[in-house]
């Protein structure tokens, strides 16, 4: 059967005259407030200081200056951090409105239903994969934001998907006029693309910044293979 996408509405002045009115999108507060981003306590946390930190935790930081920065026109300073020290607290802080955005979750699609009477998550592509075997799960950690609005949802997305393209572009920090403008989110974030990127570089130059320069990095490096490699998310199946 068919059925409706539940976009969103990035603009509605005659909301408040609507009594049925679809919510607007977080993007579009976002232009007017600071990105409020949890992160979840992994290894590599320096004692809680987020942002002396390195590994799963230093990057997340990167990835919330990253995302303020294509939203607030480069401004990537235009972020409050909240610490969660677990998964289920961390969960409570996004369907309460305490964070817009959760970085160092394991991502896992149970989450994305609920709790009865609790609004899903909803995962961005991975941004680090774990190092397990292919006869166990493998570790995802996505950037998890609220189930009910597909358009900030997707934006961030397609934000971490920026890095990634500007990789396979071979794209750097240094040469961000080449990426591409955006219309998809409207003319506030035409160069949402470019400012994400020029804010801590490519994928790969915010990987080596937080995990040094390793050689074989497995499932966290650009597949240039013809064939796709894919990993069913864990709570698939």
Request: charged fraction near 20%; charge should be negative.
């Amino acid at each position: 059967m068919l059925y409706v996408t539940p976009f969103g509405h990035l603009y509605d002045d005659d909301a408040e005259d609507e009594p049925n009115q679809v919510r607007m999108s977080l993007l579009h507060d976002l232009i007017s407030r600071e990105l409020r981003c949890g992160i979840v306590i992994q290894s590599g946390c320096e004692d809680g200081n987020i942002t002396a930190s390195d590994n799963i935790c230093g990057m997340s930081v990167d990835l919330c200056h990253t995302l303020a920065g294509s939203i607030d026109d480069g401004n990537t300073e235009n972020v409050i951090f909240t610490i969660f020290q677990d998964e289920a607290s961390a969960l409570f802080g996004l369907e309460k409105g305490t964070v817009d955005v959760l970085l160092g979750l394991k991502a896992n699609l149970n989450k994305d239903f609920g709790e009865v009477g609790s609004e899903g998550a909803t995962f961005t592509m991975p941004y680090v994969y774990g190092n397990e075997t292919g006869e166990e799960p493998v570790t995802v950690y996505s950037i998890a934001t609220l189930d009910n609005d597909a358009v900030f949802a997707s934006y961030v997305n397609c934000i971490i998907l920026a890095t990634v393209y500007a990789v396979s572009r071979g794209i750097t920090r240094d040469s961000t006029l080449y990426m591409p403008a955006m219309t998809l989110f409207g003319k506030y974030f035409l160069w949402a693309l470019k400012d994400a990127v020029e804010a801590n570089g490519n994928y790969d130059e915010i990987y080596a910044s937080n995990f040094g320069n390793v050689e074989v990095r497995g499932r966290n490096a650009l597949n240039k293979l013809e064939l796709p490699q894919l990993f069913n998310n864990p709570g698939l199946v």
